[in-house]
């Protein structure tokens, strides 16, 4: 079946401009996560959604950061007056959650370049 | 908080060699494990986890790993490595308490012909 898909695969965006990240998770995997990668990094975790409310959002940075995910199923984080530290490659991932199924399926990601 | 350490940047096998990549975790109560791998320019790929049960469980492409709780390690194995598994390999864990997942930085694995 078809994975997570996220759009658009490379954003580039002046310094104090807002994007829009898309992610559209695996069907019926209820829980959907954001991380953020940088350079030569793992993963960190930013927000978790179980249906449409954000469960955990203890890992965004800052009020500029938030994310939606208003009928269960596409989300979409949103980074208002971008900074240069924001660019980083942004990954969306979904589980099913349940039983012994919590292993999370990751999207390509969106690259993302504030100048 | 939860945390993973993967203590070598980069592992260097030659073809037909084991392969071993070491992480060893921190959590506070009983932990989910996972390894996933990256190749360039494509997302991260779920190999294998450990949930509960036996101490040694087996993925895909012929890796296993091994849970290990008095060490607090999970470090993954294949017995004989191919070119094709030169990636990037990413360590994970997950407190039972919450859904976050805490990533080591990462291996690069070059397998030489």
């Known amino acids: 079946g078809a994975g997570v898909s996220q759009t658009p695969s490379n954003k580039v965006t002046e310094k104090g401009k807002y994007v829009e990240l898309r992610c559209d998770p695996i069907?019926?995997?209820?829980?959907l996560y954001w991380y953020r990668q940088s350079l030569g990094q793992g993963p960190e975790f930013l927000i978790y959604?179980?249906?449409?409310?954000?469960?955990?959002d203890s890992g965004l940075p800052n009020d500029r950061f938030f994310a939606v995910r208003p009928e269960g199923s596409v989300s979409t984080l949103k980074i208002q007056r971008t900074e240069r530290g924001d660019s980083a490659v942004y990954l969306c991932a979904s589980s099913l959650d349940r039983g012994e199924s919590y292993e999370q399926y990751f999207g390509p990601g969106t690259r993302l370049t504030v100048t | 908080a939860q945390s993973v350490a993967q203590p070598e940047d980069q592992v260097n096998v030659a073809e037909g060699n084991p392969l071993t990549v070491k992480c060893t975790y921190s959590?506070?109560?009983?932990?989910?494990l996972f390894w996933y791998v990256q190749y360039p320019n494509r997302g991260l790929q779920f190999l294998l986890k450990?949930?509960?049960?036996?101490?040694l469980v087996k993925g895909s492409y012929g890796f296993e790993a091994e849970f290990n709780k008095s060490q607090t390690s999970f470090h993954l194995k294949k017995p004989s490595a191919l070119v094709s598994d030169s990636a990037l390999y990413f360590c994970a864990v997950r407190d039972r308490g919450n859904n976050r997942l805490a990533f080591g930085k990462g291996n690069q694995v070059v397998v030489i012909p």
């Open positions: 959590v506070s109560g009983n932990p989910y």
């Open positions: 959604f179980q249906g449409t409310g954000a469960a955990d």
């Open positions: 069907s019926g995997h209820t829980a």
């Open positions: 450990y949930i509960t049960g036996d101490n």
